[in-house]
């Protein structure tokens, strides 16, 4: 079975640019997560899909949007790059998000560098 | 307010040695699932452990274990025998609000390095 694939694995832009990152998550799997792990930040959601609907984001600008296909697959779009956005983004998915028990399977990241 | 601390920001061993990592939790929740994940330098989080609030039995999978103590809103993570393979990030996760929110909340992450 193939795991969450992420492209791409990185990604160089320029400030003031727009980066777009896709995600596929395992096959079966509606639920579909955004984290951005910046060098000292941690681990920081961002975004939350399920069944193509945005269902939580987290505390970040508006700038940071996505989307999710009827397959499954997700799209993270960063627009007005600033250099603060340079980090690992990672996308994980699941089945079954109820009452907590996710089983979150994480992709490899996308390593996005603002210069 | 939903809360990891991993207050252990960076250990070293040596290999061989036993190396516990230490979880506490806050959560409203009064069921709640905890987890355990390892970041290699790869970058791609593995999931190493998922475990309920209403089960506190210690739970073993070849060299690592699993303390989890409710009284004390502890989940500690120990390796036995480390091996140099373990070195890595690892994160002590909880859901928010119990699902609810869709997110997991992770802790600031331990860097465990086994020196050979």
């Known amino acids: 079975e193939a795991g969450v694939t992420q492209s791409p694995t990185h990604l160089i832009k320029t400030r003031g640019q727009q980066a777009t990152l896709r995600c596929s998550p395992i096959?079966?799997?509606?639920?579909v997560y955004w984290y951005q792990q910046a060098l000292g930040l941690g681990l920081q959601f961002l975004l939350w899909?399920?069944?193509?609907?945005?269902?939580n984001r987290g505390n970040f600008p508006p700038r940071f949007s996505g989307r999710q296909f009827p397959n499954y697959s997700s799209e993270l779009n960063v627009n007005a790059l600033e250099l603060e956005d340079s980090a690992l983004y990672l996308c994980?998915?699941?089945?079954?998000?109820?009452?907590?028990?996710?089983?979150?399977?994480f992709g490899s990241g996308t390593r996005l560098t603002v210069v | 307010a939903q809360k990891v601390t991993q207050a252990q920001t960076e250990i070293s061993v040596v290999e061989k040695e036993d190396v516990t990592l230490d979880c506490v939790y806050e959560?409203?929740?009064?069921?709640?699932?905890l987890f355990w994940y390892k970041q290699p330098p790869s970058g791609e989080l593995v999931f190493l452990i998922r475990?309920?609030?209403?089960?506190?039995q210690n739970e073993i999978s070849g060299r690592y274990s699993w303390n989890f103590q409710k009284s004390t809103s502890s989940f500690n993570f120990t390796i036995t025998a480390s091996q140099v393979v373990d070195s890595a990030v690892y994160f002590c996760?909880?859901?928010?609000?119990?699902?609810?929110?869709?997110?997991?909340?992770f802790g600031k992450g331990t860097k465990l390095s086994v020196k050979p």
């Open positions: 994980a998915s699941s089945l079954d998000w109820d009452r907590g028990n996710y089983g979150y399977t």
């Open positions: 096959s079966g799997h509606t639920s």
């Open positions: 899909y399920d069944e193509g609907e945005e269902r």
């Open positions: 959560t409203r929740d009064t069921t709640y699932y």
């Open positions: 475990r309920n609030s209403f089960d506190e």
């Open positions: 996760a909880l859901p928010n609000y119990g699902g609810s929110q869709g997110n997991l909340i």
